[in-house]
């Protein structure tokens, strides 16, 4: 087996990150010729809840991440934007609250060849990729999700707020 440098295999990360963000896109194009942007967006999102939640939990398994809220989702949410090729971080509040901001998107770089700021559909993937994220890392909790800024509406950076709820 040939041994590969860290810079093949930094070239193979951005490769994998150039096929897995184009499919995507391209899938939802597709969809959305046939089926409308609507429809499109509705299915895209549904799907990225789905991927993510069980993304969330290889993570969580492979890395072995143990503790509560405020420890595992800032590394969860790393190796997440790491995969997406997102800029972002993430601050925790006290143990239910969490802001991510993203300054960098390749998925907003997409979609505005084809989006306008107004109709760009990326938020609305964005919180289901981390509301399955969240479903797959804390099942037992429950969590509201806040878009607060969005880069494609004239914001610096898009902001998420994550709180958990209290438990019933």
Known sequence: MQERSEEDLEALLDLARYAFLRLDGAWFIAVAEKCGVETATDLDTRVWEMFSERLARKIVTK???????????????????????????????????AILQVRDCEVWKMVSKV??????PCHKVTQASIRGMLKGAFSESEFVIKQNRRIPLGDPYCEVEIVRKPPK
Request: glycine content about 8%; charged content about 15%.
């Open 63 to 97: 890395m072995n991440f143990h503790g509560d809220f405020c420890q595992v989702l800032p590394k969860l949410l790393a190796i997440q934007n790491t995969l997406m090729n997102v800029n972002g971080e993430i601050t925790c509040y006290g143990d239910s609250r």
């Open 115 to 120: 989006w306008t700021r107004e109709t760009a």
